[in-house]
């Protein structure tokens, strides 16, 4: 037999969230792309070639567009 006692109806055991470990997500107006860290991109980032030719908000809320920047895809106003 356990001696230890049951938890009581309707308390949860499990800890709280910790502070700054979880991912802050982008207010859906910010940025329509983000990285895959969740950030939003910046002008001059690279990025992915299935991005090309499509347009994002930059953290800065300016619009920015995926393009060519010689053989490198890049955030470009």
Known sequence: MDPRPAPAPGRSTAKPPVAGKTPQEPPSEACE???NAGNCYKA???CRKADLGRP???AN???IYCR???TQPRWQY
Do not use: E, P
């Open 56 to 58: 994002t908000h930059a």
């Open 44 to 46: 001059g980032q690279f």
């Open 61 to 63: 809320r300016r619009m």
């Open 33 to 35: 792309i983000v990285s």
């Open 68 to 70: 060519m920047d010689g």
